[in-house]
């Protein structure tokens, strides 16, 4: 049995990250249907699988566009690229909120939490 209610959760969110970066290997994108309750409907976005966690990352506007600049508009050329997850806070939806933002690997960093999964 799991220790963790997060454990039976599917996708990342910002609470599991801790307040820590943790840079991670893309595997895979691929697309999922999620609730917009700011639309009322059911929408498709474009979800991030990783190496070295079974968690996928659903990706916001914001990330999606982060990675357009970083690697370019085919979605594929991102794989097997390296990112960095952290937590920013936002405003949104009339509070301030925690969530995953995706940056890209200092060239010298050292590897954030990169055995330890989020």
Known sequence: MSDKWTDFDEYLTAEMLDNQDYRLTI????????????????VTKPVLF??????????????????????????????????VLCVEQVSAFGQTQDVIRINVPAVTSKPAHQAKQP
């Open 27 to 42: 595997a895979s994108v691929a697309e999922g249907k999620f609730y917009a309750r700011e639309r009322g409907e059911n």
């Open 50 to 83: 990783f190496r070295e966690t079974p968690k996928g990352l659903v990706l916001t506007n914001v990330n999606r566009r982060r990675l357009m600049r970083l690697f370019g508009d085919e979605r594929a050329a991102c794989v097997g690229k390296q990112i």
